[in-house]
């Protein structure tokens, strides 16, 4: 039995309109940052520990090539996914759950996909990457080890996104 710690941290997003969840609103669970689990073959029942509240799921190891892959067998459709999200008191995988992605759900008056890209462009430079000023919060530094190119490359890219969302965000409060 291994355990998992993860933390609820959930966006805070404007409502698009869609009755469709997205994936930011659930906690995800992904076998592949999951710690102390041995590869190998066969099905096995573990426990996953969110928030003080341990949930039961089956862990099925693949043989691939010469090494091993793990897999959540969902409890719902019985299909073998990585990552399960928590939703109803329950672990299920995506397809159960039916949300969407937040770019399948991004209008051109909305803001909520510019902060999704901030986010996604910032933690490419910094894993620990947050947004606590919204939109006006910096590009992280350049990483070491990390090639100038590459990094004037993803930092051009958060800073047309962050011109995208103070523009949206100006046009929205008619100034």
Request: glycine share 6%.
């Amino acid at each position: 039995m291994f355990q998992l710690y993860i933390t609820s941290e959930v966006m805070n997003m404007a409502y698009t309109g869609v009755s469709k969840p997205y994936k930011e609103q659930f906690i995800e669970v992904d076998i592949n940052k999951a710690k102390n689990l041995i590869k190998r073959p066969g099905v096995r029942r573990v426990g996953v520990k969110i928030e003080n509240t341990e949930f039961n799921c089956t862990i099925e190891g693949v043989q691939v090539g010469y090494g091993f892959r793990l897999f959540f067998k969902c409890n719902y459709c019985d299909s073998r996914v990585t990552k399960l999200y928590l939703k109803d008191h329950g672990l299920k995988c995506r397809h159960c759950i039916d949300f969407n992605y937040i770019s399948q759900q991004a209008t051109k008056t909305d803001l909520v996909y510019e902060f999704h890209l901030m986010k996604r462009y910032g933690r490419m430079l910094d894993p620990n990457f947050t947004m606590p000023h919204g939109i006006s919060t910096r590009c992280p530094w350049k990483p070491k080890n990390m090639h100038q190119k590459t990094y004037d490359k993803i930092r051009h890219k958060y800073l047309i996104v962050q011109n995208k969302a103070i523009n949206k965000w100006l046009a929205m409060v008619n100034l």
